[in-house]
């Protein structure tokens, strides 16, 4: 006999939890479904456990700048084990609080992979859960290569689990995750390859900062080979040898571990959506503009299985909370993803939110662009980094700002004040006249517009 909710979700993460929270806290019986430690992507497999080891290359990098500005001393370097110890100290303890917490507030928790069975009706490790509403929370996950040997890669979870970082280290992709992960383990000493077959890196960003994180990158000793098309991952004894094509020209690059990179995709193959008439196309869940199933109305979806917004654990969060107060209280709630930031956490960070300066021409808007280096000024200076700048976008006619790009240290914290000014429309004006603490990177605003 099937058990009844008002709400079931499938999967923890951060629009999992978000939207079972507030619907248990209205009243509502909740019950979520995970085939995976209870916490989801964010806080087990991705930007938390990253950020942590992005902390120890920030330190390594911060000493070798200073060298020769005052800083002396023996050659620091990253011991990789006790640092995965340490990541660990913030992962390991994540499932447990997460289905203590679920518990206390009389959520039930059920493990194993959840499959719809009807409209409502959800199948897991012999249980079927019948709910009013059924929340799609699930994540993403690596997208299929179609290339030999495919089942060598591996993913960017395994990476952040390595207890022994390998020699040579090759990245499929060129961007958030292979820029992350070649800038931290160069640092950590290996060599690493980026293996991209568009020509450039980092396309969602400004390609004038991202020519400038490049050269920074390359002098890290980051081989970045652009323009290659990887056919093959072939196996050869405890090492692979990655087989790809160039403009017509075969090239085989030699690595101890290959890692997936190449974009990430909604997890939703194994949910068996048919069974509940929910429609699918492109890989993607066709949803209204309340987050909702078009075909099946009893069906919502969240974060990056909606892939309705950008990949981010804010927007995660953001749409769980708008589907809470749809399912709670009908349809009144459409998604707002003005003014979210994207940061790529390489050292030094690049960061962006808002238009590209592309897309407002394309657009025909009349604006004006302050675009400088700023390795120079004193933010950048003090700390001797020499990869800095940005480029900020103005409208004319309204002196909105439509579209800021910075690069170089707190680029991840400066960024939110655009953010902020975007999505609440300030003008440049309004945000000059802000004062800042100084000296400080957010003082920095001002003769940036």
């Known amino acids: 006999m099937a058990k009844t909710y008002d709400l079931v979700v499938i999967g923890t993460g951060t629009a999992a939890s978000v939207a079972a929270s507030r619907c248990r806290a209205a009243g509502w019986r909740v019950a979520v479904i995970d085939h995976l430690p209870f916490g989801g992507t964010c806080a087990l497999r991705g930007c938390d456990p990253k950020k942590v080891l992005v902390g120890a290359a920030e330190?390594?990098?911060?000493?070798?700048?200073?060298?020769?500005?005052?800083?002396?001393?023996?050659?620091?370097?990253?011991?990789?084990?006790?640092?995965?110890?340490?990541?660990?100290?913030?992962?390991?303890?994540?499932?447990?609080?997460?289905?203590?917490?679920?518990?206390?507030?009389?959520?039930?928790?059920f493990h194993g992979r959840a499959r719809f069975t009807g409209p409502r009706t959800v199948a897991v490790e012999g249980a079927e859960l019948d709910g009013r509403f059924v929340l799609i929370a699930t994540g993403a996950v690596p997208m299929r290569l179609g290339i030999a040997g495919e089942e060598h890669l591996a993913t960017s979870t395994d990476f952040l689990e390595l207890d022994e970082l390998p020699k040579r280290i090759a990245l499929l992709g060129?961007?958030?995750?292979?820029?992350?992960?070649?800038?931290?383990?160069s640092r950590a000493g290996a060599q690493v390859t980026v293996l991209e077959q568009v020509d450039r890196m980092l396309t969602q960003f400004d390609p004038d900062l991202v020519g400038w994180l490049m050269e920074k990158t390359r002098q890290l000793g980051i081989d970045i080979q652009l323009g290659v098309r990887v056919e093959a991952i072939e196996k050869t004894g405890a090492a692979f040898k990655v087989h790809a094509r160039s403009g017509g020209t075969?090239?085989?690059?030699?690595?101890?571990?290959?890692?997936?990179?190449?974009?990430?995709?909604?997890?939703?193959?194994?949910?068996?959506?048919?069974?509940?008439?929910?429609?699918?196309?492109?890989?993607?869940?066709?949803?209204?503009?309340?987050?909702?199933?078009?075909?099946?109305?009893?069906?919502?979806?969240?974060?990056?299985?909606?892939?309705?917004?950008?990949?981010l654990t804010p927007v995660a969060s953001h749409d769980a909370k708008i589907?809470?107060?749809?399912?709670?209280?009908?349809?009144?709630?459409?998604?707002?993803?003005?003014?979210?930031?994207?940061?790529v956490f390489t050292i030094p960070p690049l960061a962006r939110v808002g238009m590209l300066e592309a897309e407002a021409r394309r657009q025909g808007l009349r604006f004006r662009m302050q675009h400088q280096k700023t390795s120079s000024w004193n933010t950048a200076r003090r700390v001797?980094?020499?990869?800095?700048?940005?480029?900020?976008?103005?409208?004319?006619?309204?002196?909105?700002?439509?579209?800021?790009?910075?690069?170089?240290?707190?680029?991840?914290?400066?960024?939110?004040?655009?953010?902020?000014?975007?999505r609440s429309g300030l003008t440049a004006e309004t945000v000059k006249g802000m004062i800042s603490g100084y000296p400080s990177a957010c003082s920095d605003i001002g003769y940036m517009l």
């Open 250 to 311: 075969s090239r085989t690059v030699e690595a101890d571990l290959v890692v997936h990179a190449a974009g990430r995709v909604p997890d939703l193959e194994p949910l068996d959506l048919p069974a509940a008439s929910v429609e699918v196309s492109g890989g993607r869940l066709q949803l209204n503009e309340f987050l909702q199933s078009i075909s099946n109305p009893a069906v919502y979806a969240a974060g990056d299985a909606a892939a309705s917004g950008p990949p």
């Open 384 to 422: 001797g980094e020499e990869a800095s700048g940005f480029k900020v976008l103005v409208e004319e006619d309204t002196d909105r700002i439509l579209g800021a790009h910075l690069l170089g240290p707190h680029a991840e914290e400066v960024i939110t004040l655009f953010g902020l000014a975007i």
């Open 59 to 109: 330190a390594i990098d911060h000493v070798h700048r200073m060298r020769g500005k005052g800083v002396a001393g023996g050659e620091p370097a990253i011991d990789w084990r006790a640092l995965i110890h340490f990541k660990r100290s913030f992962t390991e303890p994540v499932p447990s609080t997460k289905e203590e917490s679920f518990a206390k507030s009389g959520i039930d928790a």
């Open 323 to 343: 589907v809470a107060a749809n399912m709670l209280h009908g349809n009144h709630q459409k998604p707002n993803y003005l003014g979210v930031p994207s940061v």
């Open 174 to 185: 060129g961007g958030f995750i292979s820029a992350e992960f070649a800038h931290l383990a």
